[in-house]
């Protein structure tokens, strides 16, 4: 038996498939997909104003910030991937990414100059993880994860 189950998540569409022979395991499966899905959209959708990552990109320049171990953990991880590809992923380029949704919207294109100050504000070596008190601090206003 096969079933399948869309969810609309961090801005685009989800699809979850289970197969098996009792329906009751396959309808718990799918739901226990959907709530972790769920869960980490809680957690890491910046275009969710209440996710735990947006709090952050409000707070964390202003002060360290202590987090949570799975945050902390995953903006490690992130940090790690920013330094080995030395940038080419960025955890910070939360900014850049609103800058060209905003200019999609418009129908338009950001100028050179605000082009330029946006790619100014990212960069994860602005990004100070404190692994003994598990907190974040962006050390320019401007950075967002």
Known sequence: MWRKRM????????????????????SDALEAGVNQIERVERLLNPFNPKSRISWLNQEASKYPVKVD????????????????????????????????RSCDK???????????????SIGYSKVQLDALRQTVWFMDDRVAV
Request: proline residues 3%; charged residues 20%; hydrophobic residues 45%.
């Open 7 to 26: 969810q609309y998540v961090f801005g685009t569409l989800c699809s979850l498939e289970a197969y098996g022979d009792d329906i009751q395991a396959i």
């Open 69 to 100: 171990a799975e945050l902390y953990a995953i903006l490690v991880a992130l940090r790690r991937l920013s330094e080995r590809t030395d940038g080419k992923f960025d955890l910070t380029v939360w900014p850049l990414v609103q800058l060209w």
């Open 106 to 120: 418009a129908g338009c294109y950001p100028s050179e100059d605000v082009l330029s100050e946006t790619v100014e």
